[in-house]
């Protein structure tokens, strides 16, 4: 059951992040454009240019602002991630941890799980 609901939560967060996978690329676009914008601002040495700059750059971040739900889709990325994690961790077959002694087929399944994982 808890795979079937781990697959769920992936499926959704695959969903939510595709949706919003063009709104990231503007985004992340957005965000580059507003350092190239900074350091060529921090460059320029007249007035006029360092007016032109700004204009160019609230412009820029009047798009990039416009795109701040695209966090969303981050958060669905980071969602993936864990729940890609936690499917991944080794399940412990709880019967065979629980036998220790020396029994011929515990000993069998237990070897027989190892040689699995690997």
Known sequence: MKKFLLFLAGL???I??????GPMVLLG???WLLYVIFK???????????????ILGLIVLSFT??????????????????IYKSWKKADHNSIVD?????????????????????
């Not at 629980?98 to 690997?118: L, V």
């Open 12 to 14: 959704t967060a695959l």
């Open 16 to 21: 939510i992040l595709l949706a919003n996978l």
């Open 29 to 31: 676009l957005g965000i």
């Open 40 to 54: 060529q601002f921090m460059k320029s040495e007249s007035t006029a240019g360092k007016i032109g700059w700004v």
């Open 65 to 82: 602002i416009s795109n701040m739900f695209a966090l969303i889709g981050v958060a669905a990325a980071i969602a993936l991630y864990l």
């Open 98 to 118: 629980e036998m220790k002694y020396d029994d011929p087929f515990t000993n069998f399944e237990r070897q027989w799980a190892e040689i699995n994982k690997s």
